[in-house]
């Protein structure tokens, strides 16, 4: 049974650019969530996607958005990046079943920006 | 808005020691609790959860945490810890006033084992 998986490991981008990062989840599951972790601290949450709609969005700016296709599997879309967006960007899957569900978290993209 | 403070930033401890890692939380509503672990290289993995019932949870690998409601606090323990304990461990809450699965994290605790 696969586990969360996100691609690529690892990413080197300059200011300015633009940058995609995808997810797969856990099988059986259908939520996804980002978190993003910087340096030193506990991962925040930027975004959730559920049957294909951001259900609910944490304090990102817009210049973060993201996708879910019908597989379930997910996008984490930044623009115009700034050096501060430098940080392993963390995917969670979960099922929706109410009130108590368990996220999984899949082992993160390192993103530098230069 | 919801905060964790996990008060313990480092802790260094030698094995076979007993383990304590405080987190509060604040929210007066009903809540899921969990603790999370990050072994160096490898990605976070769910330690235990507390959803309802019992206030003391046990997870994998001997932890435990206790839910004490009038305190706002859950707290992960262990009798006694091993050097492959050596780990960054995360509390995160989840609020469960908009209905959606929202963690909010801790800055995270970071142990250290010696042998």
């Known amino acids: 049974d696969a586990g969360v998986t996100q691609s690529p490991t690892h990413l080197i981008k300059t200011r300015g650019q633009q940058v995609t990062l995808r997810c797969s989840p856990k099988?059986?599951?259908?939520?996804v969530s980002w978190y993003q972790q910087a340096l030193g601290q506990g991962p925040q949450f930027i975004f959730q996607?559920?049957?294909?709609?951001?259900?609910q969005r944490g304090n990102f700016p817009d210049r973060f958005s993201g996708h879910q296709y019908p597989n379930y599997s997910s996008e984490l879309n930044v623009n115009a990046l700034l050096l501060g967006d430098s940080a392993l960007y963390l995917c969670?899957?979960?099922?929706?079943?109410?009130?108590?569900?368990?996220?999984?978290f899949g082992p993160g993209t390192r993103l530098l920006v230069l | 808005a919801q905060s964790v403070s996990q008060h313990n930033h480092h802790v260094i401890l030698s094995e076979a020691a007993s383990l304590e890692l405080g987190c509060n939380y604040s929210y007066g509503g009903t809540v899921n609790l969990f603790w999370y672990v990050q072994y160096p290289g490898q990605h976070l993995q769910l330690l235990l959860k507390?959803?309802?019932?019992?206030?003391l949870v046990k997870g994998i690998k001997g932890f435990e945490a206790e839910f004490i409601k009038s305190k706002f606090s859950f707290n992960l323990r262990k009798p006694s810890v091993q050097w492959s304990d050596t780990a960054e461990y995360f509390c995160a809450v989840n609020t469960l006033n908009t209905g959606f699965q929202k963690l909010v994290f801790g800055t995270g605790t970071r142990l250290l084992v010696s042998p």
């Open positions: 099988s059986g599951h259908d939520t």
């Open positions: 996607y559920y049957e294909e709609e951001e259900r």
């Open positions: 969670a899957s979960s099922y929706t079943q109410g009130m108590s569900e368990t996220q999984y």
């Open positions: 507390y959803f309802s019932g019992d206030p």
